[in-house]
């Protein structure tokens, strides 16, 4: 996974201190590669222990492999098909975040009411979560009606979760529910493609597919196997555990 798509993936997790490393490393990757824990902690003002931590919240084993990472980055030539299913679920794979997928898990678990929300063809993987959950006993609703949703949260409270997916992280819908929802401090979980969007801004907890958006012939042909790996991934822990 290239440095800034670990940035992305943890940044939950990140402090100030952690932003000011990170935008240091990307502006001089090639400066960066040849200096000490040493140096670098002198040049940003900080300690060897601080950037050691860092390195471990970015998921590397510590600072040497931080550093050899971000060369192999640098010396890499070889660029991968990134139009591949193969492609997408080996990215989908690495974006897993095994400590998010047991805080979800924990979320439903705890939850007094789960209602799930998609629009389109990410309707279907509602289905699939709330059959999921029933496996175990854990009851939970998916509403394909927009009004539905809006009756449904007005009923919710700060104990229950809205689990929303969109691909995009910006359908219209789905962020009308979102604003809904944060008005009434329901807690949110939601399912994207790894990008920037403004429905992880709204959630409380975001997990991540890698399946950018394809269409043929004005079709949408985005390859929805990253998104079932996830939820799979989630409703795995959830019957282990829960």
């Known amino acids: 996974m290239q440095f800034e798509d670990r940035v992305h993936k943890f ?23 040849n200096k000490s824990i040493q140096a670098l902690a002198s040049s940003l003002y900080t300690v060897p222990n601080t950037i050691t931590r860092l390195s471990k919240k970015l998921g590397y084993d510590g600072f040497s492999h931080l550093k050899n990472s971000i060369k192999e980055e640098l010396e890499s030539t070889k660029a991968p098909d990134e139009d591949s299913s193969y492609f997408f679920i080996q990215k989908t794979f690495e974006l897993i975040d095994l400590e998010q997928i047991e805080t979800s898990a924990k979320m439903l ?113 985005t390859d929805r196997t990253p998104l079932m790996i996830v939820l799979q991934t989630l409703s795995q822990y959830y019957w282990d555990h829960f």
């Open 109 to 221: 678990h705890d939850a007094k009411h789960v209602v799930f929300f998609g629009v389109g063809d990410t309707a279907d993987f509602c289905d699939i979560m709330v059959r999921n959950l029933r496996v175990v006993g854990k009851t939970s609703q998916h509403y394909i009606h927009r009004h539905e949703m809006i009756h449904m949260l007005d009923q919710m409270t700060k104990h229950d979760v809205l689990f929303l997916i969109s691909l995009s992280g910006e359908t219209a819908q789905i962020l009308e529910m979102a604003e809904k929802a944060k008005q009434r401090e329901i807690p949110i979980i939601s399912l994207t493609h790894f990008t920037r969007n403004s429905l992880q801004e709204a959630a409380e907890v975001n997990l991540y597919c890698y399946a950018p958006k394809k269409e043929k012939n004005g079709y949408n042909i």
């Open 11 to 33: 940044e939950y997790k990140l402090n100030d201190t952690d932003d000011q490393i990170i935008e240091y490393i990307i502006k001089n990757k090639e400066d960066f590669v």
